[in-house]
């Protein structure tokens, strides 16, 4: 560094006025307060953020008991349709033998008519004669 360098050095420095205690005091409490309200602002979104990722937990594990509670739902439709359904096709079925019987004695009854049917041939006769 040069003299006149130096000197200009010297003559900023002295142009600058020093600060006052106060002064000095006000800007650090001041650049403290602007820390704090930003490791309090950090905080804050940390927090937030956790909150988020909560409520997304939450929300899928209401999503998994509403789709289980669809499923056991679907499952005891499906046993009471089969159950309605095995005991229709029971009565079906007791209404089909009682039909049968019901012909059945018909056919065998006093009033059935056994009629001969002609017997018929068992063979073509041979008609063409060498």
């Known amino acids: 560094m040069t003299d006149d360098e130096r000197r ?3 003559e900023a420095a002295y142009r600058t006025p ?3 205690a106060v002064e000095h005091w006000r800007r650090k409490a001041d650049e403290r307060e602007a820390a704090r309200q930003a ?3 950090e905080r ?3 927090e937030a953020a956790h909150l988020v990722r909560l409520q997304k937990q939450a929300g899928q ?3 998994e008991r509403i789709t289980t509670a669809l499923a056991e739902h679907d499952r005891a439709w499906t046993d009471a349709l089969g ?3 095995a005991h ?3 009565l079906m079925r007791r209404e089909v033998a009682e039909q049968v019987a019901q012909l059945r004695a018909e056919v065998t009854g006093e009033n059935a008519k056994v009629i001969d049917l002609p017997a018929l041939p068992l063979r073509k006769p ?3 004669r060498w």
Do not use: G
Request: aromatic residues 8%; charged residues 35%.
């Open 8 to 10: 200009a050095a010297l």
């Open 18 to 20: 020093l600060e006052d």
């Open 39 to 41: 490791a309090h602002a």
């Open 44 to 46: 804050k979104a940390a």
């Open 61 to 63: 594990a209401f999503d």
């Open 83 to 85: 159950e309605v359904f």
């Open 88 to 90: 229709e096709r029971k």
């Open 126 to 128: 041979n008609t063409t």
